[in-house]
T-cell receptor, first 116, second 115 residues
Framework: QKEVEQDPGPLSVPEGAIVSLNCTYS??????FMWYRQYSRKGPELLMY????GNKEDGRFTAQVDKSSKYISLFIRDSQPSDSATYLC????????????????FGQGTILTVHP | GAVVSQHPSWVICKSGTSVKIECRSL??????MFWYRQFPKQSLMLMAT?????????EQGVEKDKFLINHASLTLSTLTVTSAHPEDSSFYIC???????????FGEGSRLTVL
């Protein structure tokens, strides 16, 4: 079993739709949860960063973490064609002060297409 | 914002040759850099953790003699794929940790094709 499971999709939605992306994980030590967006042939860029359980909102993006269920989600409201990309969840067991910070475990990535 | 530069962004080489990929933090110092590999439609898999001035720590299953990592300065880490073979063809991505803020930044990636 992979440490992080993510449905690769692909997911295709019309412009303006609400998109729901999610990941499950098995390692209880994960405390830091991130969502990255990766355009084709590019490196990933950080979208959202959440510590422990709870919700975090940034513009059209909302990240949710449920540690009891080992389940995280990313919601995109009013989706735009420019949101079309691969979305990767990533997790870490170490905090920013730790020397191992930055060692991330990634999900497989979900390919999202938002069509006009 | 902080930038991590990778060079080359794209390289094609013959089987058996060695290829060096550079990862530079342009406006911050990075005591730790990470090297990932991403196959098509797959996730990023951590290969090794590179700490400035010390030996890299490799993940299980990654051959340290094949993937040589050097982190000689606070702004530069290099990955050398030695005696490359077609199965080494992949997208190699580095990330660098800002030693002041702890923030993590990814490079744009380097696509290696071995013929």
């Amino acid at each position: 079993q992979k440490e992080v499971e993510q449905d690769p999709g692909p997911l295709s939605v019309p412009e303006g739709a609400i998109v729901s992306l999610n990941c499950t994980y098995s390692n209880s030590a994960f405390q830091y949860f991130m969502w990255y967006r990766q355009y084709s042939r590019k490196g990933p860029e950080l979208l959202m960063y959440t510590y422990s359980s709870g919700n975090k909102e940034d513009g059209r993006f909302t990240a949710q973490v449920d540690k009891s269920s080992k389940y995280i989600s990313l919601f995109i409201r009013d989706s735009q064609p420019s949101d079309s990309a691969t979305y990767l969840c990533a997790m870490s067991a170490f905090n920013a002060g730790g020397t191992s910070y930055g060692k991330l475990t990634f999900g497989q990535g979900t390919i999202l297409t938002v069509h006009p | 914002g902080a930038v991590v530069s990778q060079h080359p962004s794209w390289v094609i080489c013959k089987s058996g040759t060695s290829v060096k990929i550079e990862c530079r933090s342009l406006d911050f110092q990075a005591t730790t850099m990470f090297w990932y590999r991403q196959f098509p439609k797959q996730s990023l898999m951590l290969m090794a953790t590179s700490n400035e001035g010390s030996k890299a720590t490799y993940e299980q299953g990654v051959e340290k003699d094949k993937f040589l990592i050097n982190h000689a300065s606070l702004t530069l880490s290099t990955l050398t794929v030695t005696s490359a073979h077609p199965e080494d063809s992949s997208f190699y991505i580095c990330s660098a940790r800002d030693w002041n803020t702890g923030e993590l930044f990814f490079g744009e990636g380097s696509r290696l094709t071995v013929l």
